[in-house]
């Protein structure tokens, strides 16, 4: 069974820096995408895809708002994507869940098959 573990989130000031960890377990071959996901404050927010990367190739895609502060990032001997934050701001606070997918074309939110369970990022001006 396929596990996503996140770690690394927390509180911290405007202008500050985060490293997010998402470490999969539990699978016998390689996904077709890994991504950051964020769900805003409010349980009616849908889930906002910020930062993927295709391990098969290592092309990254971002959401326009985090394009050139944040960065994505794998691991593949450690099974661990990355996503470092900076110059983080108010309007990044979410709780942001790491997801996978196996099926080629599919990176989107409807489209993952594996969920984390999420890490809250608070940023206080």
């Known amino acids: 069974q396929v596990q996503l573990v996140e770690s690394g989130g927390g509180s911290v000031q405007t202008g500050d820096s985060l490293k997010l960890s998402c470490t999969a377990s539990?699978?016998?071959?390689?996904?077709?995408?890994m991504g950051w996901f964020r769900q805003l404050p409010g349980s009616a927010s849908a889930r906002v895809g910020v930062?993927?990367?295709?391990?098969?190739?290592?092309?990254?895609h971002y959401e326009d708002s985090v394009r050139g502060r944040f960065t994505i990032s794998l691991d593949s001997a450690k099974n661990t994507v990355y996503l470092q934050m900076n110059d983080l701001k108010p309007e990044d606070t979410a709780m942001y869940y790491c997801a996978a997918s196996r099926r080629d074309g599919s990176c989107y939110t409807g489209g993952m098959d594996f969920w984390g369970k999420g890490v809250q990022v608070t940023i206080t001006s």
């Open positions: 930062a993927a990367i295709f391990p098969d190739g290592g092309a990254t």
């Open positions: 539990g699978y016998s071959y390689g996904f077709y995408c």
